[in-house]
């Protein structure tokens, strides 16, 4: 069951988690700032709320995980969100990512590959309150019908870069993926400087499950 209250103690555990990830090297100010404002515990089933504040991946069912909340403040940073920005997330999970660029201001376009978990995870989004664009379908693909957007978000680990997702960036747009085999993905940063030349940065190794579909593990 999900039990939709905040607590003292959930906040100083929110404060504890915060330090950790700053420790860890996050430093933008407003994504700090968005995690401790967003109560993890509202994504967990209330028996393992003693859970929520760990810096872990944890599951959410259906054999997929909510993201470890460094990984969440690291690739919110990456992505230079600004308030208005249209985001498309890849691979909804829980939400909580979803959620996280909702605070910082941005439109979020999120879709999942899994019915069960679009489904929750609409109505439970909806229930707190934060309205998010949901799609289900193979985000590998993008979202082409919505496209262009001034940042992607990709939240499982890719086998190469899809170009379809490239293709429906913004000039001067981000994308955020990991890339690598089923075991570790590098992540990467691609910004669209002009229709033929994308920047790429590369920074540390992360453990995702696998994007699937077209352009992702077949
Ligand atoms: N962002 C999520 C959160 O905040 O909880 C965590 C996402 S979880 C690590 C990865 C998600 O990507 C899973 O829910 C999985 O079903 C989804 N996924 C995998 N391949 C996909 C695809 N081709 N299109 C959309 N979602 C996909």
Redesign the pocket.
């Known amino acids: 069951m999900l039990k939709l209250e905040d607590s003292y103690r959930h906040k100083g555990q929110r404060k504890e988690l915060v330090k950790t990830i700053r420790k860890k090297g996050i430093k933008d100010e407003a994504v700090l700032e968005a995690i401790n404002t967003l109560p993890r515990h509202f994504f967990f089933d209330s028996a393992l709320d003693s859970h929520a504040y760990e810096d872990k991946a944890f599951p959410?069912g259906e054999g997929?995980?909510?993201?470890q909340p460094y990984t969440?403040a690291f690739q919110t940073e990456l992505l230079q969100i600004k308030p208005g920005d249209k985001v498309l997330?890849?691979?909804?999970?829980?939400?909580?990512?979803?959620a996280i660029l909702h605070l910082l201001g941005a439109e979020v376009y999120t879709?999942?590959?899994?019915k069960k978990?679009y489904d929750r995870t609409k109505k439970f989004l909806a229930k707190l309150g934060i309205h998010l664009h949901f799609y289900f379908g193979?985000?590998?693909k993008g979202l082409p019908e919505n496209s262009p957007f001034d940042k992607i978000l990709v939240?499982?680990g890719a086998p190469i870069v899809p170009q379809s997702l490239l293709k429906q960036l913004k000039i001067g747009g981000i994308l955020v993926i990991p890339v690598g085999d089923k075991n570790t993905q590098k992540m990467m940063r691609l910004t669209k400087k002009s229709e033929t030349k994308i920047v790429q940065e590369e920074f540390d190794n992360f453990a995702?499950?696998?994007?699937?579909?077209a352009e992702?593990w077949k």
């Open positions: 959410i997929q995980t909510i993201s969440v997330e890849i691979g909804t999970g829980s939400g909580y990512q979803g879709i999942e590959y899994q978990l193979d985000g590998s939240t499982a995702f499950v696998p994007l699937l579909g992702g």
